[in-house]
């Protein structure tokens, strides 16, 4: 009976203000008129198909959501945002103003923009993929008010008891008889004409208390209050079930309803773990296949987010895209990567979606990081092919996106803007005006996205990476036991079933290469993997074959070892085969 692959989804990011914008004027601080924006019908059938081809199983549509902006569309209903609480000219796809809405940015018919988000997931869903969107619960933009919400559905805050502080009935935590003052360092792109007023002022996002909070802070969000009491030792008030959960359960339940396949849940683990346990199995009531993937970064708290709030996947950041990153930089060690299995995430390392890039992060390309993409090849194998968990890549990895242009409010800073209109140059060179065909990349690029669509089929089709078990080797190899082994340099592992087995080898080191060998234990071999004599098998080079390699005799693999020449920054894959 064939193996199942359960968990090994691919998951690509998609920006979607940016992805399908053809604009390239890339003004600083432009307006959407100047510097364009992409749009759910940019994401067509096409585009859907060579997804799909390059290996993609599910799509994370970044930014649906409606939020707060400085593009004007009151015409159509919609308020304006005050310039003192936005950050950029776009706006924070964070700092959401109507969680029943999705952003007018996105559509080519503002009027009809749900419509074109429901055409885009009937879209996707024909081409056989997943469709994910985020889902922000901790926050809200301070000018929050959903002008779409159903009949019946009160809104946040509406309700509030505005004198106090906290209430656990309330949905926003206040500072009574304070008003709201704009943090120093703040300054619009576009001119003010009136000061913002809020009184009284409202608990900033990420946990400030006061009415002033500082130019680092999320001050263009407000808090959402799930019981608990954070200036009074962090007390909780789950029973009767807190406002802000009923309100929550009902988003999540109608985006559920527009087809949805996943929610990428923004800082999960600040939001109460008891919230996510009664939450998401109530959604999964609805769809039982929905998957919920948790932004966390507490390693403490990744066992109970799983197993307490029932989350599907978790991100991997702290741990192995931390240690990763440091190796691509040429410090750190692979030491860390064993400590990180058999430590923090090794029983629940299904459950960790691991990635190199996301909207977050700074680009692999960029000079803040490698200033090469190629560079990361071994690294990104590793995330890809280490355990059964997802895997995920950023729009505009694969074909070396560098972001080396400051375009608004983050300035030059190695990372895609999330805040300003743009157009991504090296996206555009494979989307090649609507054809998808990546005829507009330079060889180097189409080299580089060729081998991330080779990584994502070789992850989904075989067994031992989908369905198989990890075997750390560095133990049978250190300390001296191979020659010229370096630890610190030098990774190797097994990934296994019943019926393949593959062998990972990588030199993480940007400079040397290492005349080395590597070895299996005996035990493994006979016993685990039930082998034969070595002598009968060969290891036959399957991944990443970027140079030619050749076929290894199995002759004293737990013995003298496989030699090998590890040349800098690289990976072996070998499959052991019966001759």
Not at 174 to 199: L, W
Not at 276 to 297: H, L, R, S
Not at 483 to 494: A, H, Q
Request: aromatic share 14%; glycine share 8%; net charge negative.
């Amino acid at each position: 009976m064939p193996a199942e692959n359960k968990d090994k989804l691919v998951v690509y990011q998609v920006f979607t203000r940016l992805f399908g914008n053809q604009n390239t004027t890339n003004k600083f601080y432009g307006t959407i008129e100047e510097n364009g924006s992409g749009k759910f019908n940019d994401i067509t059938d096409v585009a859907l198909k060579a997804l799909k081809e390059f290996g993609i199983s599910h799509v994370w549509y970044t930014g649906i959501i409606e939020h707060a902006t400085l593009t004007d569309y009151s015409s159509y209903g919609i308020s304006n945002d005050h310039p003192l609480i936005v950050k950029g000219i776009a706006g924070s796809p964070y700092a959401v103003k109507d969680y029943y809405d999705v952003d007018p940015d996105l559509a080519v018919d503002v009027a009809q923009r749900m419509q074109e988000f429901e055409a885009l997931i009937a879209r996707t869903h024909n081409e056989n993929l997943k469709a994910i969107i985020d889902f922000i619960p901790n926050h809200v933009a301070r000018q929050y008010n959903s002008d779409a919400r159903p009949a019946g559905v009160r809104d946040f805050g509406e309700d509030d008891d505005v004198s106090v502080g906290f209430a656990p009935a309330n949905n926003f935590y206040y500072i009574p008889d304070h008003d709201f003052v704009v943090p120093e360092g703040h300054k619009s792109p576009i001119p003010t004409v009136a000061p913002y007023f809020e009184r009284p002022a409202k608990a900033t996002g990420n946990d400030v208390f006061r009415a002033q909070p500082s130019q680092y802070d999320w001050y263009e969000t407000i808090k959402l209050n799930y019981g608990i009491d954070y200036l009074n030792s962090g007390v909780t008030h789950f029973d009767p079930i807190p406002s802000t959960w009923t309100k929550m359960y009902d988003i999540l339940a109608y985006w559920t309803g527009k087809g949805v396949d996943g929610f990428r849940c923004d800082m999960a683990e600040m939001v109460p773990v008891a919230f996510w346990g009664w939450v998401i199995p109530m959604i999964q009531k609805i769809n039982p296949e929905i998957i919920f993937i948790a932004e966390i970064y507490n390693p403490y708290l990744y066992h109970s987010y799983v197993k307490e709030g029932k989350f599907t996947y978790l991100y991997d950041k702290v741990g192995l895209y931390n240690s990763l990153r440091k190796l691509i930089e040429g410090h750190g060690t692979a030491e860390e990567i064993t400590r990180l299995w058999q430590q923090e995430s090794g029983d629940i390392s299904d459950n960790m979606l691991r990635f190199l890039e996301n909207h977050d992060e700074q680009r692999i390309a960029s000079p803040f990081f490698a200033g090469d993409p190629w560079k990361a090849v071994p690294e990104i194998t590793l995330s890809a092919t280490m355990q059964r968990g997802p895997f995920m890549i950023y729009f505009g990895q694969e074909v070396g996106v560098s972001a080396a242009l400051g375009e608004g409010f983050q300035g030059d800073d190695g990372r895609t803007t999330i805040f300003d209109y743009w157009g991504v140059t090296e996206i555009q060179g494979w989307i090649n005006e609507g054809k998808f065909d990546g005829a507009g990349l330079t060889e180097n690029q189409k080299q580089l996205r060729q081998f991330y669509e080779r990584l994502n089929h070789f992850i989904t089709t075989n067994e031992a990476v989908f369905a198989g078990e990890f075997y750390d080797l560095q133990y049978v190899n250190d300390n001296g036991q191979s020659p010229n082994y370096d630890k610190s340099r030098l990774y190797s592992y097994m990934r296994y079933t019943a019926d393949q087995q593959l062998l990972f080898i990588y030199n993480f080191d940007r400079e040397s290469g290492f005349h080395t060998s590597v070895s299996v234990p005996e035990g493994l071999w006979n016993h685990t993997l039930q082998l034969g004599e070595p002598e009968q098998y060969v290891l036959k080079p399957v991944f990443p074959l970027l140079e030619p390699v050749a076929t290894q005799e199995a002759t004293g693999i737990f013995s003298t070892g496989i030699p090998l020449y590890l040349p800098p920054v690289s990976v072996f894959v070998f499959e052991i085969v019966s001759k």
